[in-house]
């Protein structure tokens, strides 16, 4: 409980420190590709429609500034890749002590237990580890995009894809495809849904036929 207490209390920092950036950053930010001019005011290098860039002069630096919302979206992204770069590698049911290192609820067969680490590799996952869940998460957005792409392929944007094969050898090769059908996966057919069935009047027909050829064994006496 305390371990979750230290997560909380660093993200609220980090996310205080973002709130005071927004409070003072929002004045001294202009928007990209703008500059203060030393005799007063600023220029913009804006893009007009023929992808022509035009020098445009403001008299005040206020027209040149990020929009509030802008500068919050900013600031908010480099805090929650901070936080990410931080805290998001470690392990499951891992916390990292302010000193350094970690602390983890870990079960040795006789009930959860509180572990302390005090090196990145006890703490956090591995790289093999992270690249695949990036790996699966990347897999998953594709397959929301892109439909039925085969695993580990990947969309190439003149079209088709590159997929991460294994060759004869067993060594790990990209291959290039230029038809989409090729960067799909193959559906599997039902094999039971293919029988085909014979019509009812066939099927009704043979069963006749069949008591027709069969033998009749009611023998009776004669009457005299």
């Not at 209390?9 to 202009?30: C, E, H, K, M």
């Not at 190439?156 to 989409?180: Q, R």
């Not at 960067?183 to 009047?201: F, L």
Request: proline share 4%; net charge neutral; aromatic share 6%.
């Amino acid at each position: 409980m305390r371990c979750s207490f230290v997560v909380l209390a660093a993200i609220f920092a980090l996310s205080q420190a973002a709130v005071r950036r927004d409070a003072a950053g929002p004045t001294l930010v202009l928007r990209d590709n703008c500059k203060i001019i030393p005799s007063g005011g600023c220029s913009c290098d804006v893009k007009e429609g023929n992808d022509e860039i035009q020098i445009r002069e403001y008299d005040s630096v206020d027209q040149c500034k990020k929009s509030v919302e802008m500068a919050t979206a900013e600031n908010k992204k480099a805090v929650n890749a901070e936080i990410q770069q931080k805290y998001g590698d470690f392990k499951d049911n891992c916390f990292p002590k302010p000193s350094g290192g970690c602390k983890c609820n870990v079960d040795l067969g006789h009930g959860e237990e509180v572990a302390e680490y005090s090196t990145d590799a006890e703490c956090k996952k591995s790289v093999e580890s992270v690249t695949a869940e990036h790996k699966k998460e990347l897999n998953e957005e594709i397959k929301e995009k892109f439909g039925g792409f085969k695993e580990n392929c990947f969309p190439k944007p003149s079209g088709g894809c590159k997929c991460n094969e294994k060759d004869a050898n067993g060594n790990e090769v990209v291959t290039a495809y230029n038809n989409p059908e090729q960067c799909k996966a193959r559906v599997k057919r039902d094999v039971g849904a293919t029988v085909q069935r014979q019509p009812a009047n066939i099927a009704r027909a043979n069963v006749k036929d069949v008591k027709q050829a069969q033998p009749n064994y009611d023998v009776r006496d004669p009457v005299r």
